[in-house]
């Protein structure tokens, strides 16, 4: 189970120092950053007595010790204890920043309610006590009050207010010509419009703090900025940017003689690169993961010979170091690291970062169990994990500890055991609602149950899970920027073994009417999850209420086939009321994805046709035939499919149906949707065709990628011009980003039409279209049609890719796609699935507009 860190202000986490203290040597961790405030003068408490400003003095400088510990509870009673001294001699300014500071230790505890008090208290007594007119360490601690309330609102899912207060933070920033905070700000206003869906916006707002970052001289505070730019590029999935910018952040320390800073570079560079590992494998690319995998123990071996590291930070490294070995199965090197990693982390003191990292060591510990590591001795470790964030009053940190150690004890077969500390755990995390690890404890509770076969409380179980999950849609990614590296590991499993057991029919006792409705319903939230997964963002809100859709098309079937480990389960939607139905096809994941998986590497190939009927008869057999006759009984004459998995990568008019020697589309007309959750439909009528063609033609070299010739392209896009009355023409140099943004927004286009390469995949960064002189990102296509419905609401009815392809090797390259269509805003779009003949593609696109523009094909269109 993925050990989650917490995160606040992204990468910045700011304790503002008072009297003019400020630490030699900040930690910098993987995920906060303790930043330097400008210093508060000595004068401001000029007047008072001597005796009482060391005391106080005192008090903020252990605090901030036992807060850059991580032992947070300590922190706040001293806080707590300097506020009422600061309030007792009227020192308002230094009142301002002691709670201030204690926002964040109670940001830190999961204590929201404490922590929204304490920064409202801290901006109103600034508000309404000006010390003077000009005074900048006012303006200062202002401005890191409101950055402080920024990431706590951002915690939260209030991303609108998150922004805004940045927003005002960063104007006083720029008046107090802050060059270093101000580029901690951006950052942090870039992730809050990336949440938002603003990519261009974000991706500007990253470009010029990266550029003003590299203007400045040499110094660890660029360093430093670079650092914290390269882990935010990480989170966003920008990870080549993310590589390019952690390689500056180490020269720049090497050559400032910064070594905390340059071994902060290495270990984050050695993150970068083990994200890749995960990016590569989506795309079925092996040996690029092993050589990212290569690089990533390079850079963690390297910031581990940094002799004068800080120690948490030489752990941390081989913590990372350790895990990676052991995914690469290298345990004999694994087995060297481990004295030392058990050496370190012994010396730590008490504090969360220590309990932390005995969870973090107890995990990779547990998967090697079967190499002569005794699982007595990582219980014991989690234990003592347990006793250390007990002691702390971490209730966080004790939730993580105990429901480790009830993961392990379920690995051993110890259930009863498991089952008890997973509900100490619950309990824990419960009771300050951090709904985040919950919902793994949940599940967890959910696993062990089903084991010891009681289906009814572990799907219960899972229930739960699936629910806390969808509370947390729109902060999952900005709580632990990492889930999107391991979705498939840590959420996606969640909602499958859900359905299982909703669908496990003999074994549910209490099986009810509406299983049937919930199964449907969580493999929805499970595509709108991998969609918002997709691009580190929520989508789109649910707005369509599925039976009013198909009570009102009474000819319309909707099919949900649901990939299970050992079968495939089909739903069916059909009019009538409670018409909803399952059949079951047993077929083990495995074959049917390995079917899928040929007959896609069939289809371009005119030769294999034979082999194509022959996959696509199977699928057809199991998908279609187990519901033939209910589809017959109806008249059903479309269907719609929310497809799973790898067969998102297939059409599914190209089914076969053998006793009647017809494919599906010959049959019924054929609509995919990434699902009725996100996209309401309706129908294309009473539109006038007026069509913006664009396409490249000619060969290009663009970002190190050839794209070759596409003869017919000029043919396509006249043959479309003569079989519509109103279109707008861009043709290579002509197609631009820019042009093609200024087209889209000065003109109501009902139909966008691409004849471009371009690619999909389940990588957002290798999505794009080909224009004249870039690439365009999935990202940007998002921001260049959604700034044309700010300026022009009419929809587009039709987005048309004609040259595109799917990315090869990935199995979940159709999400591109499905990523496209929904992002775009189109109410529908067609697309090739691979690379196909150029003069077919015109003839078939000519034929389109012939009977689009005639009214003789119909279409089932969807927002």
């Known amino acids: 189970m993925k050990f989650f860190k917490y995160l606040l202000l992204s990468l910045f986490t700011v304790f503002l120092c008072v ?3 400020v630490f030699a040597n900040d930690h910098i961790s993987l995920t906060t950053a303790f930043a330097k405030s400008k210093i508060i003068s000595d004068t401001v408490l000029a007047t008072k007595p001597v005796v009482n400003q060391a005391q106080i003095f005192s008090l903020v400088q252990q605090s901030q010790a036992l807060y850059g510990g991580g032992q947070f509870v300590e922190a706040v009673q001293l806080l707590k ?11 308002v300014l230094n009142e301002v920043i002691a709670l201030t500071n204690l926002s964040l230790a109670y940001q830190q505890l999961g204590r929201w309610v404490e922590a929204n008090e304490a920064i409202a208290q801290s901006i109103k007594l600034l508000q309404t006590f000006k010390l003077s007119d000009s005074s900048q360490e006012q303006s200062q601690v202002f401005a890191q009050a409101l950055d402080v309330r920024g990431g706590l609102e951002l915690a939260q899912g209030q991303t609108e207010s998150a922004l805004s207060t940045w927003q005002e933070a960063a104007k006083i920033y720029q008046n107090l010509d802050d060059i270093s905070a101000l580029a901690r700000n951006r950052i942090n206003q870039a992730q809050a419009m990336q949440a938002l869906g603003n990519y261009l916006q974000a991706d500007k707002t990253l470009t010029s703090v990266r550029e003003n970052l590299q203007k400045q001289p040499d110094s660890p505070v660029k360093a430093t900025g670079l650092y914290s730019l390269g882990n935010v590029l990480r989170s966003l999935g920008y990870l080549n940017d993310s590589h390019k910018t952690l390689e500056e952040s180490y020269s720049v320390a090497k050559r ?8 902060n570079a290495l270990l984050s560079l050695g993150n970068t690169a083990r994200a890749q590992i995960y990016a590569q494998l989506s795309l079925g690319d092996s040996s690029s993961a092993k050589a990212y995998a290569k690089t990533a123990i390079q850079y963690y071996q390297q910031a581990v010979q940094i002799v004068s590291a800080t120690p948490t930070v030489r752990l941390q490294s081989q913590l990372n170091l350790l895990r990676l070995l052991i995914e690469q199965q290298e345990v004999s090197t694994a087995k060297a690291l481990l004295p030392s990693i058990q050496s370190g982390i012994d010396n730590l003191p008490p504090s969360r970062t220590a309990v932390n990292y005995r969870i973090n060591f107890a995990q990779s ?12 001795n990582v219980a014991k470790m989690l234990a003592q994990a347990v006793q250390v964030a007990k002691s702390l009053k971490d209730q966080r940190t004790e939730s993580y500890a105990l429901g480790t150690l009830g993961e392990l004890y379920e690995q051993t077969g110890q259930l009863a055991d498991a089952r008890g500390l997973t509900q100490q755990a619950l309990v824990e995390a419960e009771s300050i609602d951090a709904q985040d690890i919950a919902y793994q404890w949940h599940w967890q509770m959910g696993r062990i149950l089903q084991k010891q076969s009681d289906i009814p409380a ?3 179980a899972y229930s739960r899970a699936y629910n806390a999950l969808k509370s947390l849609r729109n902060d999952l990614v900005a709580i632990n920027p990492d889930v999107q590296f391991s979705f498939r590991e840590s959420i996606e ?29 969580v493999i929805e939230s ?10 580190r963002s929520p989508c789109l809100l649910p707005r369509v209420d599925l039976d009013k859709l198909v009570e009102k098309e009474k000819s319309t079937a909707v099919i949900y086939p649901i990939i299970l480990d050992n079968r495939l389960e089909i739903i069916t939607r059909l009019p009538g009321q409670d018409t909803i139905s399952r059949q079951t096809a047993k077929v083990p994941k495995g074959v049917l994805e390995k079917t899928v998986e040929q007959l896609q590497k069939d289809l371009p190939v005119a030769s294999r046709e034979p082999d194509v009927k022959q996959r696509s008869q199977q699928l057809y057999d199991w998908l279609i035939r187990p519901i033939e006759s209910d589809l017959a009984n109806k008249g059903i004459t479309s269907l719609v499919f929310v497809l799973d998995g790898s067969l998102r990568n297939i059409p599914m008019a190209i089914l076969y149906d053998q006793q009647q020697q017809k494919y599906l589309i010959e049959k019924y007309a054929i609509s995919l949707m990434p699902g009725l959750q996100l996209l309401a439909p309706k129908p294309l009528q009473n539109v006038r065709l007026n069509v913006l063609i664009a396409g490249v033609e000619q060969e290009r070299v663009i970002e190190g990628k050839s794209f070759p010739e596409l003869l017919n392209v000029t043919q396509e896009l006249k043959q479309v011009q003569s079989e519509v009355k109103s279109s ?45 002189d870039s690439l365009l990102k999935v990202r940007e296509l998002d921001s260049l049609l959604r700034a044309r419905g700010e300026s022009r609401p009419e929809t587009i009815e039709l987005l048309v890719l004609s040259a595109c392809k799917t990315a090869t090797g990935d199995k979940r390259a159709a999400l591109g796609l499905a990523g496209v269509a929904v992002r775009a805003g189109a109410r529908s779009t067609l697309a090739t699935l691979w690379t196909i003949d150029d003069e077919s593609t015109t003839d078939f696109m000519s034929e389109l507009y012939r009977q689009l523009d005639a009214r003789l094909l119909t279409l089932a269109i969807f927002r």
């Open 81 to 91: 204890k300097a506020v009422d001294e600061f309030k007792a001699t009227n020192d």
């Open 493 to 521: 499993p969640v909602y499958r073994q859900y359905v299982d057991l909703l669908l496990q029919l003999p074994e549910n006792t209490v099986q009810k009417p509406d299983n049937l409705v919930q199964a449907r319903q």
């Open 19 to 21: 009297l003019g203290s």
């Open 365 to 376: 510990l547990s998967k090697m169990t079967q190499s002569s590591v005794e699982p007595k």
């Open 526 to 535: 499970l595509q709108l999850a991998e969609l918002d997964n997709f691009f």
């Open 728 to 772: 707008k023409q861009l043709l290579n140099q002509q197609f631009t980003k820019a042009n093609l943004q200024k087209q889209i927004q000065s003109t109501p286009f009902s139909v966008v039409h691409l004849a471009t390469h371009g690619q999909f995949s389940s990588d957002i960064e290798q999505t794009y279209i080909l224009t004249w």
């Open 458 to 460: 572990a799907t219960d």
């Open 256 to 263: 400032a003689g910064d070594v905390l800073a340059q071994s």
